[in-house]
């Protein structure tokens, strides 16, 4: 089954917790990045992990062992998964794998970012590393849904590998990126709409036709 992840990138605690409780019915997983985490205290992880399963959006990108600790504490924190960024290389990605092992968790890798500027650099990696992150036995990769030929390309690479596409609405990718993905990652177009749950019904309605 494919699933609709809600990105929670506001900053405020409670503001977090009420938009998760308002709409853990309509979604699958929360994602948390560093405005909230900054904001709020690591701990908001644990909270969120009482509704729904939390992806930490760290986007890890450092020498291995700092690596390793900033995911030991995304993972103690009750996270169920981590993101890290494909350009460190395999030696911080394999390091946040070990830490993973521990604790049952996921690790998803970074292919390139779904803004602008992620053609400048980073796209002309992205199927190296796409295949280092499936070779070193990685659980997922992050992928863009505002590049659909791209995401096609790395949806043949991953095999079995789970893809998680961040860019619908606000950045104005296609859901035609569930052809390709296990899910999709939605942030401002629910929780700054007038009626969110009525923009997660109809997400989670077009997640649910492509399951099918």
């Known amino acids: 089954m494919k699933e609709l992840v809600l990105a929670l990138d506001v900053e405020d605690r409670r503001l977090a917790l009420k938009i998760a409780e308002d709409l853990a019915d309509l979604v699958d997983k929360f994602k948390v990045n560093y405005p909230l985490v900054l904001s709020a205290g690591v701990k908001v992880i644990s909270d969120l992990a009482e509704i729904k399963p939390v992806i930490a959006d ?3 990108a450092d020498v291995p062992h700092i690596s390793a600790r ?3 504490i995304a993972f103690r924190n009750d996270a169920k998964a981590a993101i890290v960024h494909g350009f460190v290389g395999s ?3 394999r390091a946040v794998l070990n ?3 521990r604790y049952n968790g996921e690790v998803y890798v970074v292919t390139e970012l779904s803004s602008e500027g992620g053609v400048e650099f980073m796209e002309k990696f992205s199927l190296e590393i796409a295949e280092r992150a499936r070779d070193l036995g990685c659980h997922g990769l992050i992928a863009p849904a505002t590049r659909i030929e791209k995401l096609r390309a790395i ?4 095999k079995g590998m789970k893809i998680l596409c961040p860019g619908i609405g606000a950045q104005g990718g296609s859901l035609e ?3 390709f993905a ?6 401002r177009s629910i929780y700054l709409a007038e009626n969110p749950r009525g923009v997660a019904k109809k997400l989670k309605e077009y997640v649910q036709a492509y399951s099918v």
């Open 155 to 158: 949806r043949e690479i991953a």
């Open 58 to 60: 760290l986007k890890i």
């Open 91 to 93: 030696d911080s990605i």
């Open 177 to 179: 990126a569930l052809r």
């Open 99 to 101: 830490v993973s092992k």
């Open 182 to 187: 296990d899910a999709i990652i939605v942030g």
């Open 70 to 72: 900033i995911a030991e």
